[in-house]
């Protein structure tokens, strides 16, 4: 990200708003929003590589389900904030990652500039690409605050998008959505 160009940006955005960014609480605004979107946006120089290049053996081939995994993204149309949770299920072909690695994962796609259904897709992927389990459901569960705050959703609504690959069985996707009911 080029820091001083997104600075002016935000200072030309506020002069847009008309707000008088000598004041006070503005004064350091445009620094603090451009350091905010860094931080925001860190994920879109890297990549999900490393954190799954470390697996376990896993003699089983039961499903593996990792659920609860908080993540917040930025919506690309509206530069706001859309966060929740992830829940991976895999069935493992002798590869299983590590505990931390999934949540690592989510959080290197959640950091870019997003659309919740494309993000649930490159975990999906992801997984596939370098666990190469038998088959894979992500299901995502956010609330975007672009339609939360602008009145055209109540609080607390929230989106619901899932990815499947591979090979999962019918009765396997039931047994996930019972239990994240
Ligand atoms: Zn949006």
Do not use: W
């Amino acid at each position: 990200m080029d820091r001083q160009k997104a600075i002016k940006a935000v200072e030309d955005l506020l002069d847009a708003l008309g707000a008088d960014r000598n004041s006070e609480g503005l004064r350091d605004t445009p620094r603090r929003v451009a350091d905010a979107y860094a931080e925001l946006l860190s994920g879109e120089n890297q990549t999900a590589e490393g954190h799954l290049l470390k697996t376990f053996t896993a003699a089983s081939g039961e499903m593996v389900i990792e659920r609860d995994i908080f993540f917040s993204s930025t919506c690309e149309h509206h530069l706001m904030p859309f966060f929740g949770t992830v829940a991976v299920a895999y069935i493992p072909d002798g590869k299983v990652a590590g505990i931390s690695k999934l949540a690592r994962t989510v959080e290197v796609f959640a950091k870019r500039l997003q659309i919740q259904e494309r993000l649930t897709e490159q975990i999906a992927e992801e997984i596939m690409l370098r666990l190469a389990p038998k088959g894979v459901m992500v299901i995502c569960e956010a609330e975007h605050t672009c339609m939360t705050c602008r009145g055209v959703k109540k609080f607390g609504s929230k989106t619901i998008s899932y990815s499947v690959k591979g090979d999962f069985p019918e009765e396997k996707k039931r047994e996930v959505f019972n239990l994240l009911k």
